[in-house]
Structures are given as structure tokens and as C-alpha cells.
């Protein structure tokens, strides 16, 4: 039994399968609607029911608090439709049209790029190419139903190779076999691209980045993208890890705030090693963003990063004057991890 859903604010309309979630249903007929983890985790896909009756599924309650889901709030991507529906969801235009696809791929090369990360490079097989907007992820297909999510490292003009910064989690399913078995030639599917985790380019604000550990990925391919398409809004970039020795690949904001007088890149250390002999900004990114930007009302925010870093960031920035509307994250929630 299939059931009819429209946007009330676009008059968008579309259909859902038995047991679809609103979410998967509009990502079929080619509506796209804001999301990240698909998971019910992350609270980016939260909107309101209008009318209509849903099983809301399974979510954490920090993504949606019991008196939001009172006051009609919904989470799409759990949300599973028990009758026609009418709801209001923020619907992300610049994704639309670019098709979802499942691709196989050639494992070209892997680079050790930290003690605990792997670089890998990615080939889609000959005159394939993957429309993607900068900063959004793929799903590694993995046997048994399972899939991994890895934001791209790479911006969409230099798409030869597609790059994955893959952090090694002891016992992962899948990091385990990057940093043990896998080899270069090695076949590999994905779908992709996901997530609406990407520059909103309508927009001339001043742009703050936030990058957790590997959440590095998705923000390397923002500002690559930002670079070669000549946007010139201020940018200012940071980036936190624990110690000296999880930085990877840091000469690369350092050139790129050099050759752009409009980026700017400050790295902070939460736990420096007495061997690091840091001179830089340490403690907890979200406080050093606070720290330099104590009036955010005229900024949009972007940040990717591990769960803890993306909900004390969330509080900070709101509360120094950020609205709502204008942060935009990448949580690396279960379903979509920075590497298990
Ligand atoms: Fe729905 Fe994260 S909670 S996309």
C-alpha cells in the first residue's frame, strides 16, 4: 500500500512505498529534503507533520526531544508514513537532479596520512564520472547489507580519483580491513553521493569551517571547491585534534592561507604531548571559534566532526548569536561514521 505525501510549502508531492520512510521516498522522485545520518541521530532531517499519522521510528532523543516531537515535529528519515501525509520540510535545491547512484570502483592507492589514518583513492571504472557538490559523502556497500559512510575528500572539478579519509577504529569493520588487508586494485562498491552537507553559495556571509579529527574531508572539499570557482567570502578554518601526531595533510590549509588573503586557518590542539612543544592555540576548537568570533549573528557556520565536538559546538555558536538556520553540520553518527 503505497501513500501520498506533499510539501505544503513547495507543493512538492510524492508517494512512499509500504514500510518507506519520507525520507527514502523523496530521495526517489527525486525530492531532496536536508539530511546527514540517516540514522535518527543527528536531528537534520527534522520537520513538522502537518497532518496524517506516522510511525516515528527509532531516534536518539537528542535529535528530537519529547516536546518537539509534541508540538508535530518529525524526524524524515524515520518517519515511516501510516496514512497520506502533509508535512513541512526544508527542501535543499542544489542537490536536486543529481541522481543517487550505486557504482563499483578500483581501490588505486593507499596513503598512510596519520598514525590512525588512511588516505584511500578511488576509480570509477572508464567514462564513469560521480556528479557530486562538495562536502557530501558515499556509502561503502558492504557484504552482509552493511555500509560504511565516508565523506569525499576531493572537490568535483578534480574528481580523477575520489579521496577518503579513513580513520582506524580498532575492531571496524571496515577501517580494520583498510589498514590490514586491503590492497591497491582491490574492487569496491558505493552509493552515493549523500547528505546536504555542502556551501550554500547564495550567500556572501562570512564562513566559519569547523573540522573534527577526519572531519577534515568534507571541508578540504568545500574550500577546494570555493578556491577554483573564485568565491571570495572571508573563510576561516578550524580545525582541532587531540595531538601533534593526528594532524595530517595541515601544510595544505597553511599554503592555502597564504595564497588567499581571504581564508584564514587556525589548528588547535585539545591534548598536546609534552614532545609536541606546541605553541599554538590549544583546549577545545568550539571554544577557540567562540574565543575569536564572540558576535556570530552575521555568519553561517560548517562543521564535521565526531558527535561530542558537533553538540558542544551546536550550543556555543547558538548561544553567541548564530541562528539557527545558518549552522550546518556533519555529524559522523553510526550510520554515517568517520571509520569503523
Ligand atoms: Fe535524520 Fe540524521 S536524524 S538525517
Known amino acids: 500500500m503505497t501513500h501520498k505525501i506533499r510539501i505544503q510549502s513547495s507543493g512538492h508531492e510524492f508517494t512512499a512505498n509500504e514500510k518507506e520512510t519520507v525520507l527514502a521516498a523523496a530521495l526517489r522522485h527525486g525530492v531532496t529534503l536536508a539530511y546527514s545520518c540517516r540514522n535518527g541521530d543527528c536531528g537534520t532531517c527534522k520537520g513538522k507533520l502537518i497532518s496524517g499519522k506516522i510511525d516515528y521510528g527509532r531516534y536518539e532523543a537528542k535529535a528530537m526531544s519529547d516536546e518537539e516531537r509534541g508540538a508535530g515535529a518529525a524526524l524524515f528519515c524515520q518517519a515511516v508514513p501510516l496514512s497520506d501525509l502533509v508535512i513541512d520540510a526544508r527542501e535543499i535545491s542544489a542537490a536536486e537532479g543529481i541522481p543517487i547512484r550505486i557504482m563499483p570502483c578500483r581501490v588505486m592507492k593507499l596513503d598512510r596520512l596519520a598514525h590512525d589514518v588512511m588516505q584511500l583513492s578511488l576509480k570509477l571504472a572508464e567514462g564513469q564520472r560521480l556528479q557530486f557538490l562538495a562536502g557530501q559523502y558515499i556509502d561503502i556497500l558492504l557484504s552482509g547489507n552493511q555500509r560504511r559512510s565516508f565523506s569525499l575528500a576531493t572537490a568535483p572539478h578534480a574528481d580523477e580519483l575520489l579521496h577518503l579519509h579513513i580513520r582506524h577504529v580498532p575492531g571496524g569493520l571496515f577501517s580494520g580491513q583498510v589498514f590490514t588487508t586491503m590492497k591497491e586494485r582491490d574492487l569496491l562498491r558505493f552509493q552515493g553521493p549523500l547528505g546536504t552537507f555542502f556551501l550554500r553559495e ?15 574531508a568534507p571541508i578540504k572539499s568545500i574550500l577546494e571547491h570555493a578556491f577554483a570557482t573564485g568565491i571570495k567570502r572571508t573563510m576561516h578554518l578550524y580545525w582541532g585534534v587531540r595531538a601533534q601526531r593526528d594532524l595530517y595533510l595541515h601544510n595544505l590549509p597553511q599554503a592555502w592561507a597564504r595564497e588567499h588573503a ?5 589548528l588547535v590542539l585539545s591534548e598536546p604531548l609534552s614532545e609536541d612543544d606546541w605553541s599554538g592555540r590549544r583546549g577545545w576548537v568550539h571554544e577557540a571559534v567562540i574565543a575569536d568570533h564572540p558576535d556570530l549573528s552575521r555568519h553561517e557556520v560548517y562543521a564535521s566532526g565526531p558527535p561530542p565536538m558537533i553538540e558542544a559546538l551546536k550550543k556555543a555558536v547558538i548561544a553567541h548569536g548564530l541562528p539557527n538556520d545558518r549552522l550546518y553540520y556533519d555529524s559522523f553518527e553510526h550510520a554515517h561514521t568517520s571509520g569503523t
Open 202 to 216: 547564495d550567500s556572501d556571509r562570512p564562513v566559519i569551517l569547523v573540522a573534527g579529527g577526519t572531519g577534515f
Open 262 to 266: 581571504h581564508f584564514h586557518n587556525t
